[in-house]
């Protein structure tokens, strides 16, 4: 079964930068496609960022310009590197994978990345 596992969110004030890294149990070559979802208190879980097998990515229009979506194919583990965080990235940022092979997909349990001063 494959396992999700992110880290890096934490408390940062307005401006400030994180890096959150997913790590996944087995080969990422595995998967179509990886991506970086959010979810805000009382609102539905949107999509961040996406990259696909190729390479090819995508971002959010509230996003675009500040992050970056990148995956390290031999550490098995996808990064978003967040800059310019505004109190409105306040959130649980979830990876998100799906498998080549069967479509089928998979979560991490989330990390809290909180802007505020």
């Known amino acids: 079964q494959v396992q999700l596992v992110e880290s890096g969110g934490g408390l940062v004030q307005p401006g400030g930068s994180l890096r959150l890294s997913c790590a996944a149990s087995?080969?990422?070559?595995?998967?179509?496609?990886m991506a970086w979802h959010r979810q805000a208190p009382g609102k539905q879980r949107e999509l961040v960022s996406v990259?696909?097998?190729?390479?090819?990515?995508n971002y959010a229009d509230s996003v675009k310009g500040r992050f970056g979506i990148t995956r390290d194919n031999a550490r098995n583990t996808l990064y978003l590197q967040m800059n310019s965080l505004k109190p409105e990235d306040t959130a649980v940022y979830y990876c998100?994978?799906?498998?080549?092979?069967?479509?089928?997909?998979?979560w991490g349990h989330g990390t809290q990345v909180t802007v505020s001063s």
């Open positions: 087995g080969s990422i070559y595995t998967f179509v496609a």
């Open positions: 990259i696909t097998w190729s390479g090819s990515t």
């Open positions: 998100y994978a799906r498998r080549r092979t069967d479509n089928m997909e998979f």
